[in-house]
């Protein structure tokens, strides 16, 4: 039995084990009872891996093994071993000079690069791809009275007039696993959670992470071009993951989201719960499509999503608890 009185699970892999995300996931497998083989780049790198390391039940059912995305084969043993794959691992990073080298080549050959190893395995039940809810919403035809959901994909065109890239990244990535799956016997599963939000394990915070911190802290730089964005808990991405892993009947895309918010809505809901925080009062007005996610096809699995007030105190009372803000804002 798990430590959590439940029954031990099979063998799953998660792609990308150190980042925001994956952590989080992990934490929540191991709790479920199954033996986790996590992918990183440099398991001796003692200050990404360590808090993986403390979760409850990694002595017993954790195992680090190092793969590259951009390495030929690099996860065909490890997927060899599992039933399931969560691969998570994708460039999360700010523009950077050659957006094609450093973004979207990692996370299209490397989702393919996954995929084929998972080819290799005839005993592997499902794939479940995290994709994002940044590869629906980026369209000029956007209907607010329509809320967008799996059936709608960002156009590639806006997202490369706009320099999306991490959008563009994704998108194309989804669009090759899906176009890989359809051609071979793979059951994939995608999830395309909103930008999330709550407390992170890893001690150095990610870029996102990082981003609500600066914006906690008054910087209006990273939010101001979000204009309008859906939240979620991170506790609920990864609890999403697995019950889309899980269900018998789930089957293509998930979108995740709890609250759909504009930025002035976001600093308004800020600014009245946590008034002693240095949020900004306002950001400029920018002309973006207004939009809701529908997210009725995970909730009719079961999922029932957390609110802003839980997300928020929940990742504002980490970041305290890390040192990132001081305890006065408790
Ligand atoms: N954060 C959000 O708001 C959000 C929203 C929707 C979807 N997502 C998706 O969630 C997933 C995890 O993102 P995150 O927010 O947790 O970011 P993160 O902490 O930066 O995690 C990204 C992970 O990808 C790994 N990675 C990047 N390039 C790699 C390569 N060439 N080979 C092997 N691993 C590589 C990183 O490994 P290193 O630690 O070695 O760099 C890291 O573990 C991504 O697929 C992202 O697109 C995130």
Not at 139 to 145: A, C
């Given at each position: 039995m798990g430590s959590h009185g439940e029954d031990v699970k099979g063998r799953v892999c998660v792609t990308g084990a150190s980042g925001y995300l994956a952590s989080w996931l992990i934490k929540r497998l191991l709790i479920s009872g199954y033996h986790v083989i996590g992918t990183v780049?440099?398991?001796?790198?003692e200050k990404k891996v360590s808090h993986l390391w403390r979760l409850e039940g990694a002595k017993e059912r954790l195992s680090l093994v190092r793969a590259n995305l951009?390495?030929?084969?690099?996860f065909d043993t490890v997927v060899?071993?599992?039933?399931g794959v969560f691969h998570t691992a994708s460039p999360v990073i700010k523009?950077?000079?050659?957006p094609k080298a450093e973004i979207i080549k990692p996370a299209v050959d490397g989702t393919l690069n996954v995929l084929r190893s998972c080819k290799k395995?005839?005993?592997?039940r499902r794939v479940v791809l995290t994709s994002s809810s940044s590869t629906t919403r980026i369209?000029?035809?956007?209907?607010?009275?329509v809320p967008v959901d799996e059936s709608f994909w960002s156009s590639i065109e806006l997202c490369e007039k706009l320099q999306l890239w991490y959008s563009l990244s994704k998108t194309l990535a989804e669009k090759a696993a899906w176009e890989f799956c359809n051609e071979n016997p793979i059951d994939l599963v995608t999830v395309l959670p909103a930008f999330l939000i709550g407390p992170s394990l890893p001690p150095d915070l990610c870029s996102t992470a990082s981003d609500v911190l600066g914006l906690l802290k008054g910087d209006t730089k990273d939010f101001k071009w979000h204009g309008r964005m859906g939240y979620v808990h991170i506790d609920d991405v990864a609890l999403a993951h697995i019950l889309v892993y899980e269900h018998e009947k789930a089957k293509g895309r998930y979108l995740l989201s709890s609250t759909v918010m504009d930025n002035n809505e976001l600093v308004g809901f800020l600014l009245a719960r946590y008034?002693?925080?240095?949020?900004?009062?306002g950001f400029e007005v920018l002309n973006r499509a207004q939009y809701d996610f529908d997210t009725s096809k995970i909730e009719g699995l079961g999922m029932k999503f957390k609110s802003m007030e839980e997300m928020f105190d929940d990742c504002v009372a980490s970041l305290v608890d890390q040192g990132y803000l001081p305890s006065v804002y408790l």
């Open positions: 780049r440099d398991p001796g790198n951009m390495e030929p084969g690099s060899m071993g599992c039933e523009p950077t000079s050659d395995n005839p005993n592997l369209r000029d035809d956007i209907d607010p009275k008034p002693s925080l240095p949020i900004p009062k």
